[in-house]
């Protein structure tokens, strides 16, 4: 009530005065002592309005280019008519004309010649100056080295700018293209992902992996690098001194060895100097790894990665928690199974359980990375392999979740459990005979899945490579379950003998091992060890596999495939498992190009 009254009647009192006047009064009273608990918000907003309205000279303009420099902690001086407003690592030159205007704004990074900022000038001439701040800080997050030593910021900043032209270099070596989308082709398969060099406010950044899904959504190949996965290389600080290149480790002409990976000249050899800082790859979004990614990536770059601030995790909850940005209690999280229902289309509707206590084991837990330090620039081809795969394993088990949503009543609910960082399986119930069955997926690296998929009756490898394709093309394990259950239904309906099931029964005896005895019954019984996630009646796996046939082939193995109940635990231990070579043929070559030259299939399956 009281701020109705002010208002109009400070409009009454100084509708008759001029800018000028009210301009001066506003200053005086930011000028006055105040309580500092109390910030002034509203009177700052309104002296900015004020002064982007009075901005008609050429004394005004300066005036308000001063003001933004003290915000950010930057020098200023001024010649004639070009303001400069300065930092320790680049500064602004600013061309005004005599009325005030804006005729050209040029961007200076350490060591280099000015350069136009076009985006700048147009802020600056629409007279947008809290944007045009904003901008300004985001060219200091650029090149906000570390330290309060100039002369080691400056070799530092050099030294990061060596590193940009090493990764640039790399980027341009021959490789064999494995995607016909040559853009996608770079960010999955490039030994530096796809680089886009550092300019104005954005540093170098890296971005290394896209999803099918993400791929789909961009409208335009353009777009494509406005998605997915990417980094950004920036320097940090280090409790260990590092030695940096202050010059180019790539010999000339650049060199592959023998596996096709960049030679670089030994660093000792080189223009280096040894610094209590590192190369950061900071990214964006922050990242949920297992504990044995970071261990990898350690390895590669034998550089600690700070646990300071890293909270460990079943790595269900930090994944989840990541997708919903929800502040709810993760140890409630933890303790309790997860479930959420994904639609899809034709009004068909999933019920995916992720069960606690499955996800508890020390192997299965993660953190979030924001940032990950190295200190060469042959660390990025094995750092951003290492990444797409975690980013790989994340895809699949994102695509389970989905916001809670009122829908028909899910058709087919399915239980994920993870075997390993690289292996999960799906537990469901198949929707054309009365049994169980598992789909296990496992992830070798990012451009490579395959499948095994265990059931009762008949084995169907021709099946297994259909599911196989269909999840290297969209990485989405809800539309390889729909694909897979509608083929099993397919497959049901056009046999004229219905498959044999038998009964699986699982016996553990006082030492924990798990037996496995095999009358013959109408239904799987699938039972687990308490320390293992994957049922007992699985065989191992086993190298020697079929050759695969036509995909409407539906010849399987015979009825001796799952042993009668007079097998003892040895031979249903030795029973061969074919497990589909799919991963190893032409399809899984390369990284999504057999789902990216053949768009609208996916686009059919999605």
């Not at 680049?90 to 205007?101: K, M, N, P, T």
């Not at 790399?170 to 490039?190: A, F, Q």
Request: glycine share 6%.
């Amino acid at each position: 009530m009281n701020n109705r009254t002010i208002i109009p009647d400070l409009h009454v009192k100084f509708g008759e005065k001029t800018w000028n006047e009210t301009f001066q009064l506003v200053r005086r009273c930011m000028d006055k002592a105040r309580d500092k608990t109390k910030p002034c918000e509203p009177l700052v907003r309104c002296l900015e309005r004020l002064q982007a309205l009075n901005v008609f000279s050429l004394n005004a303009m300066m005036s308000h280019l001063e003001k933004i420099a003290q915000q950010r902690g930057m020098g200023f001086h001024f010649s004639e008519a070009t303001c400069y407003l300065t930092a320790d690592l680049f500064y602004l030159e600013v061309a005004l004309s005599l009325q005030g205007g804006v005729q050209d704004v040029k961007v200076a990074p350490h060591g280099q010649p000015p350069m136009s900022s076009e985006s700048l000038l147009v802020l600056l001439r629409s007279k947008n100056f809290v944007a045009f701040s904003k901008k300004l800080e985001g060219f200091a997050a650029l090149y906000n080295i570390p330290g309060n030593d100039s002369e080691v910021k400056i070799k530092l900043f050099t030294s990061l700018q060596y590193l940009g032209r090493d990764l640039q270099k790399i980027s341009r070596l021959p490789r064999s293209i494995k995607d016909y989308n040559t853009r996608v082709d770079t960010i999955l398969n490039g030994r530096t992902g796809y680089l886009t060099e550092g300019k104005e406010d954005c540093p170098l950044t890296i971005q290394f992996y896209v999803s099918p899904s993400d791929v789909l959504k961009a409208s335009s190949s353009s777009k494509v690098c406005e998605v997915g996965q990417v980094g950004q290389v920036m320097v940090g600080l280090s409790d260990v001194v590092h030695g940096l290149q202050m010059s180019s480790l790539l010999p000339v002409p650049p060199q592959l060895d023998t596996l096709g990976n960049p030679v670089f000249r030994p660093l000792s050899e080189t223009p280096s100097e040894s610094f209590l800082a590192c190369f950061v790859l900071r990214l964006h979004p922050p990242l949920p790894m297992f504990s044995s990614f970071l261990t990898k990536i350690g390895q590669i770059t034998d550089v600690a990665i700070p646990d300071v601030d890293l909270q460990w995790a079943p790595f269900h909850t930090i994944l989840m928690k990541s997708l919903s940005d929800s502040s709810s209690d993760d140890e409630a999280l933890d303790q309790a199974d997860r479930e959420f229902k994904v639609s899809l289309p034709g009004d068909l509707q999933h019920h995916y359980v992720f069960p606690a206590g499955a996800w508890e084991l020390p192997a299965l837990r993660g953190t979030v990375v924001a940032s990950l330090p190295f200190s060469h620039p042959g660390h990025i081809p094995g750092l951003l392999e290492v990444l797409r795969h975690q980013c790989a394993v994340n895809t699949l088990l994102a695509s389970c979740v989905a916001p809670q949503t009122a829908g028909p009543q899910e058709d087919l609910v399915f239980e994920i459990l993870m075997q390993s960082e690289t292996s999960l399986a799906v537990t469901f119930q198949r929707p054309d005979v009365d049994s169980l069955a598992i789909l296990v997926v496992e992830v070798p690296h990012s451009g490579e899945l395959s499948c095994r998929l265990f059931t009762a009756g008949t084995r169907e490898v021709s099946l297994e490579e259909y599911t196989c394709r269909v999840i290297n093309r969209c990485m989405s394990i809800p539309v390889t379950m729909r694909a897979l259950c509608a083929k099993l239904e397919k497959i049901s309906s056009s046999s004229s003998v219905p498959p044999p099931l038998d009964l699986l029964h699982a016996q553990t005896g006082g030492d924990g091992v798990t037996s496995c005895l095999i009358p013959s019954t109408s239904e799987i019984l699938l039972t687990s060890h308490p320390d293992n996630p994957l049922p007992a009646f699985l065989p191992p796996n086993n190298d020697a596999h079929n050759a695969l046939g036509p995909e409407d082939d539906h010849a399987g193995y015979g009825s001796d495939y799952f042993m009668g109940a007079t097998s003892t635990p040895e031979q249903v231990a030795e029973v061969p498992v074919t497990t589909s070579p799919c991963a190893a043929g032409d399809a899984a070559v390369g990284a999504y190009s057999h789902w990216m030259n053949t768009n609208r299939q996916i686009e059919e399956l999605m």
